[in-house]
């Protein structure tokens, strides 16, 4: 049986889409079958993996439509991966959810077969906590918080603790944090390992012992359509993120 893992925290620039489409592709590389949902109307994570802000069915068909996310799922590109691409309507899908009876639960509906046919499926969520993100939540089973070595990170993260609570209590009591990323982290900065200091001291057993560094190779390599582990493999970024699927892995 499959786990669902959401991609998730109210503030944007964090690097959840480069975190989610980097991760899916080295647990992909490994032999697992894996699925990445693209759930942000920017479309970022469908055009990191070379593929069309206009595919249907996408994401949008999913959470309004009838459309299952294992009916939607099609090859990525290499080998075992698999996305559900976001579409520009989906932009709308914060509007027209709310007037949809059981809005925040159509997502968990429509999963479907996808625990049995992917071993990981991974949601990429908005940055923010709209409808979409709502329902990302509610569905999945294990949540990663990509967290940036940066103070006002940490203040955001705090926030989004607390709708996670909410979350639990109302509607997904399942729900577990897999662990806190720290991402886009300079070592040479004392502000970096000021942050990264304080994320480990306050929350101990959470923050995952990978570190992603900052990296221009993984900023480039949406611009090649390919995940960092194919577009610079002997990078530190693309080491940092096969460090990460096996500490995921370990942590199950």
């Not at 786990?3 to 109210?10: D, I, K, L, P, S």
């Not at 009591?173 to 306050?202: F, K, Q, W, Y």
């Not at 995952?208 to 359509?225: D, K, M």
């Amino acid at each position: 049986m499959g786990a669902v893992y959401a991609v998730a925290n109210q503030k944007g620039g964090v690097g959840k889409t480069t975190t989610a489409v980097n991760l899916t592709a080295c647990v992909a590389a490994d032999g697992s079958q894996t699925l990445l949902v693209d759930l942000d109307p920017q479309c970022n994570a469908t055009v990191a993996l070379g593929a069309d802000r206009e595919l249907r069915p996408s994401s949008y068909d999913c959470l309004i439509g009838e459309v299952s996310v294992a009916e939607a799922a099609r090859p990525a590109g290499p080998d075992n991966l698999w996305l559900v691409p976001a579409n520009r309507d989906l932009a709308g899908a914060a509007v027209e959810l709310p007037r949809l009876e059981g809005s925040e639960t159509r997502l968990r509906e429509r999963l479907g077969p996808v625990r049995e046919r992917f071993a990981f499926t991974m949601l990429d969520c908005p940055p923010s906590l709209g409808p979409v993100s709502v329902n990302a939540l509610v569905a999945a089973d294990r949540l990663i918080v990509p967290v940036q070595a940066e103070y006002l990170a940490l203040e955001g993260l705090v926030q989004f603790l607390d709708t996670l609570s909410m979350i639990r209590r109302d509607y997904n009591p399942s729900l577990n944090v897999s662990g806190l990323l720290i991402t886009m982290h300079d070592e040479r900065t004392r502000l970096a390992r000021d942050v990264e200091r304080e994320l480990r001291e306050h929350f101990p057993e959470m923050v995952f012992e990978t570190v992603i560094p900052r990296s221009v190779r993984v900023a480039e390599a949406p611009s090649h359509g390919l995940p960092i582990t194919e577009h610079a493999p002997s990078s530190s970024g693309s080491v940092a993120y096969r460090n990460l699927a096996a500490e995921l892995i370990a942590r199950g």
